[in-house]
């Protein structure tokens, strides 16, 4: 389908073709939404860098053989009680991560089919 546009100096009308036209405006729509995707990409990476940071930092200073030699039962058994939740709490937290991971990579690749589709 093709719609008239404007006249020139010389009254002369052009056409342009309205799919063209329109598909140009989706092609430069989703040039800008990519960029956005690739800077929300680069924060997300820094975010992650600054948690990962911070469950290093949160790690409790090892104990020395001589020092658990020196501890009672009692403490060995609280340590090893701590150690075990510590695990079981990082697992969890694990988990809950990949599941989040998954759901943002089909996110992702359904956000890429509909772009293809729009560039088509």
């Known amino acids: 389908m093709c719609i008239p546009v404007r006249r020139d100096k010389y009254n002369c009308t052009f056409f342009v073709d309205y799919a063209e036209e329109k598909r140009q405006v ?3 729509e989703t040039k800008m939404m990519l960029a956005k ?3 929300a990409a680069r924060m997300q990476m820094e975010i992650e860098k600054i948690n990962t940071n911070r469950f290093t930092t949160a790690i409790p200073p090892k104990a020395s053989r001589l020092q658990l030699s020196r501890m009672t039962r009692r ?3 609280e340590i ?3 150690i075990s939740k510590r695990i079981n709490e990082e697992n969890a937290e694990l988990m809950r991560l990949l599941v989040e991971k998954d759901s943002l990579y089909m ?3 359904s956000m890429l089919v509909d772009i293809e589709d729009m560039i088509q």
């Open 26 to 28: 989706l092609e430069e």
């Open 80 to 82: 090893s009680e701590k």
């Open 37 to 39: 995707a690739k800077q």
């Open 75 to 77: 403490q060995l058994i």
């Open 107 to 109: 996110q992702q690749d």
